[in-house]
C-alpha cells in the first residue's frame, strides 16, 4: 500500500478560525513532511518529523503549527491565518529522512477568507 | 545551495509526438538524489524516478525514460509517444541533505500539453 491519505480534501476558513489538516500513512514511512504550494509555483517545504521528532522547521510562521502523533500521523494545526495562506497543503512520507523518494498525499485545497 | 533549473515553462506537443523535459540542477554534495514527480490536473505528486549520483545509467519505464548525465549535470525526461493522460505538471527535484533531515529542492516545473 503506497498510499498516503489527507484530510479535508478541501477547506475553507476565516482568519479567526481554528482548524486541523490531517495526514496518514500506513507503508511503515518514519518520515513525515508537510509542503505548501501555491497556484504555478513548485511545493516549498514547511516541516520535517523524523521518528516522530520536529527535525527541520523551514522557519514557518507560528500560527501553522505542526503535530505527529504517532508514526501513522501528522496533524497541521491551523490558527489566525491570513488570506495569503491560501494555498494547496501536501503532506508526505519516506522510508527514512535519507535520500529516499517521497510519497505524496492529495493534498488539502485550502482557503482562508 | 542546491538549485534545480526547468527552462521549459510549458510545452504543447500532439498526441504521439515524443517530448522531451529538461532539467538542469547545481550542488557541491558528491551524494545526491534526483527525482522526476508528475503533478496531474488533480493536485497529487506521483513520484517517478529516483536516481543517486552514483548511477549514471539511462532509465527505461515503458514510454518513459530518463537521460542522466554528471558532467553536465543535466537529468532529463523523455515520453516517447505521448498520450493526453499525459498533461500534467513534471516537476524535478535534487534532494539536499540538513543536519536534522532531508529536503527536496524543486524545480518550477514544466507544464505539458498533449493534444489529441
Known amino acids: 500500500d503506497t498510499e498516503v491519505t489527507q484530510t479535508p480534501k478541501h477547506l475553507v476558513m476565516g482568519m479567526t478560525n481554528k482548524k486541523s489538516l490531517k495526514c496518514e500513512q500506513h507503508m511503515g514511512h518514519r518520515a513525515m513532511y508537510w509542503y505548501k504550494q501555491k497556484a504555478k509555483k513548485p511545493p516549498e517545504l514547511m516541516f520535517v518529523?523524523?521518528?516522530?521528532?520536529?527535525?527541520i522547521n523551514e522557519s514557518v510562521p507560528s500560527r501553522f503549527s505542526p503535530e505527529c502523533p504517532n508514526s501513522s500521523l501528522l496533524n497541521l494545526h491551523l490558527h489566525a491565518l491570513q488570506p495569503e495562506d491560501s494555498a494547496l497543503y501536501l503532506c508526505?512520507?519516506?522510508?527514512?529522512?535519507?535520500?529516499?523518494?517521497?510519497?505524496f498525499g492529495p493534498g488539502t485545497r485550502l482557503t482562508v477568507l | 545551495a542546491q538549485k534545480v533549473t526547468q527552462a521549459q515553462t510549458e510545452i504543447s506537443v500532439v498526441e504521439k509526438e515524443d517530448v522531451t523535459l529538461d532539467c538542469v540542477y547545481e550542488?557541491?554534495?558528491?551524494?545526491?538524489?534526483l527525482f522526476w514527480y508528475k503533478q496531474p490536473p488533480s493536485g497529487e505528486l506521483v513520484f517517478l524516478i529516483r536516481?543517486?549520483?552514483?548511477?549514471?545509467q539511462n532509465e527505461i519505464s515503458g514510454r518513459y525514460s530518463w537521460n542522466f548525465q554528471k558532467s553536465t549535470s543535466s537529468f532529463n525526461f523523455t515520453i516517447t509517444a505521448s498520450q493526453v493522460v499525459d498533461s500534467a505538471v513534471y516537476f524535478c527535484a535534487l534532494s539536499e541533505f540538513m543536519e536534522y533531515g532531508n529536503k527536496l529542492v524543486f524545480g518550477a516545473g514544466t507544464i505539458l500539453r498533449v493534444k489529441s
Open positions: 518529523y523524523s521518528y516522530e521528532k520536529l527535525s
Open positions: 550542488t557541491r554534495d558528491t551524494t545526491y538524489y
Open positions: 508526505a512520507s519516506s522510508q527514512d529522512r535519507g535520500g529516499n523518494e517521497q510519497f
Open positions: 536516481r543517486n549520483s552514483f548511477d549514471e
